[in-house]
Nanobody, 117 residues
Framework: VQLVESGGGLVQPGGSLRLSCAAS????????MSWVRQAPGKGLEWVSD????????YYADSVKGRFTISRDNAKNTLYLQMNSLKPEDTALYYC???????????WGQGTQVTVSS
């Protein structure tokens, strides 16, 4: 199993970024997927989940209405569109697979998002 995130960077408050996560080594279309973040000096924070088809999505209150999770099962890729970014969104963003036991069993290496003027 391999998960590789990309798309992070430095953005001004109010800006947008789109993160991608390329998946390989498993049948991507059979699994729920997550985005999880870790801000500097803080613990892991769940951001969003999507079901295997991308039809049902779930968000933390802190990002609801600003972030959109999606997936392209033909491309084995997970996305996170982030709009109206705030300095408190600064974090290392990970994509993770959701196991059949409903925990994140595989993680990518993360992509850094920094929101600052």
């Amino acid at each position: 199993v391999q998960l590789v995130e990309s798309g992070g960077g430095l953005v001004q408050p109010g800006g947008s970024l789109r993160l991608s996560c390329a998946a390989s080594g498993f049948t991507f279309s059979r699994y729920y997927m997550s985005w999880v973040r870790q801000a500097p000096g803080k613990g892991l924070e769940w951001v969003s989940d999507t079901d295997s088809a991308g039809l049902s999505t779930y968000y933390a209150d802190s990002v609801k209405g600003r972030f959109t999770i999606s997936r392209d099962n033909a491309k084995n890729t997970l996305y996170l569109q982030m709009n109206s970014l705030k300095p408190e969104d600064t974090a290392l963003y990970y994509c993770a697979r959701v196991s059949s036991s409903d925990y994140n069993d595989y993680w990518g290496q993360g992509t850094q998002v920094t929101v600052s003027s």
